[in-house]
């Protein structure tokens, strides 16, 4: 039994932008100029994908698509402070000189991607999986760089030890060829009517094509679940393993490997006209301390430690 689909999509993107730029005199007297910057492009994806179900209850998939993609506003834009990451963050469009950033936005390209994803899956019988992999080579891939520079309100961009103290670090929108790889790997058997153990595993290998690693990227993971289901309660207990990430990029720190142990407890019911979920969740059993390598503060925000979560969700 075979299945195949296409699909292709068209979009055009524009940006437009005035742009005012100071450009310092002498003591304080500024000459600023305004810069009108248009931005346009029309991206195109393509994509073809097929599943065979070489016999009952298993499954080959395989799917090829490049797609077109232009930059998003603050990825070419960007100019100041994100508070949420209390980083200082530059756009494509810039570059910096002599501690000042300029607006060019001249040399802007697409970024172009050619992915293949391949699954098997076998979804019959006490025993399951779905296994995936991917690869994906990406023409002028958007990344956020670290420059290793600070901004200081009276110096501009300048070196971390030159900076205040409270200095932000200076994080740089940039266009290059990368490639992406990696698996996901899902396992289910069921032990009883009421009992399942489930297993789970992901990694992604991302770099740029001179070898470099792409910056915060995630740790690959693994882990396990017991769950048990009788009429309307569902249980479970899961333990995750991440893995230490020292696959990184310049400016990067290590992040160590942790495990987390998870209870959790749903009660299904039915009230009037819709229905809900009351569950009660404990996190982090074990009261680990975990960092998560993708987030621009992980050393300032671990992951909680052990905690309690009571709730009810309803579905209208």
Known sequence: DYKLASDITTQHHEHEHEHEEDEHLH??????????????????????????????????????????????????????????????????????????????????????????????RKYIGDFGFNLSVFYNDVENFYYQENTGLVFDHDNGFVAQELGEEEAMAVYHYQSADAELYGFELDLHYAISQNWEIKGFADNVTAKLKNGDYLPRIPAAKVGSQLSYTRGEWDLAVVATHYLEQDDIAAYETTTDGYTLVDFKVNYNFTAGSFDGVAYLQAQNLGDELGFVHSSFIKDQAPLPGRNLRLGIRAYF
């Open 27 to 120: 003591d304080d007297v500024y000459d600023i100029e305004t810069l009108h910057y248009e931005y346009n492009d029309t991206n195109t994806s393509l994509s073809l994908g097929g599943i065979w179900q070489y016999q009952d209850g298993h499954s080959l998939a395989l799917s090829v698509s490049q797609s077109e993609r232009a930059p998003l506003t603050a990825e070419l834009l960007s100019n100041g402070v994100h508070i949420a990451t209390g980083t200082y963050e530059l756009g494509l469009g810039y570059h910096i000189e002599e501690g000042e950033a300029h607006f060019e936005g001249n040399d802007i390209k697409q970024e172009t991607a050619t992915n293949v994803d391949f699954s098997w």
